[in-house]
Nanobody, 118 residues
Framework: VQLQAFGGGLVQTGDSLRLSCATSGRTKDVHALGWFRQAPGKERERVASIAWLGGVGAYSNDAKGRFTISRDKDKKTLYLQMTSLKPEDTGVYYC????????????WGKGTQVTVSS
């Protein structure tokens, strides 16, 4: 499976931003998609994930209530709608795919930078 994230940018605290991830192909071991982020000097962490067929997303505690993950199967696109952004949300955001809904990390796309200014 191939993934390409885009839609990042520079925003201010409190703003909203939607990230997109174009997906193509699929292998038998892919059952979920997810968004991860890596802040400067920190390890990559899961933000949200969703089953390949769609449905309710699973979120990190920090993302819960502010971010929404969704998938448009016809457009083969994964989205991450982010609201009430904080400077701590700054980082490189990656979309990924894999077997495990809790942490789909078998395939990665290139990241997109999100910077939230205070």
């Amino acid at each position: 499976v191939q993934l390409q994230a885009f839609g990042g940018g520079l925003v201010q605290t409190g703003d909203s931003l939607r990230l997109s991830c174009a997906t193509s192909g699929r292998t038998k071991d892919v059952h979920a998609l997810g968004w991860f982020r890596q802040a400067p000097g920190k390890e990559r962490e899961r933000v949200a994930s969703i089953a390949w067929l769609g449905g309710v997303g699973a979120y990190s505690n920090d993302a819960k209530g502010r971010f929404t993950i969704s998938r448009d199967k016809d457009k083969k696109t994964l989205y991450l709608q982010m609201t009430s952004l904080k400077p701590e949300d700054t980082g490189v955001y990656y979309c990924a795919a894999g077997r495990n809904l809790a942490s789909p990390t078998d395939y990665w796309g290139k990241g997109t930078q999100v910077t939230v200014s205070s």
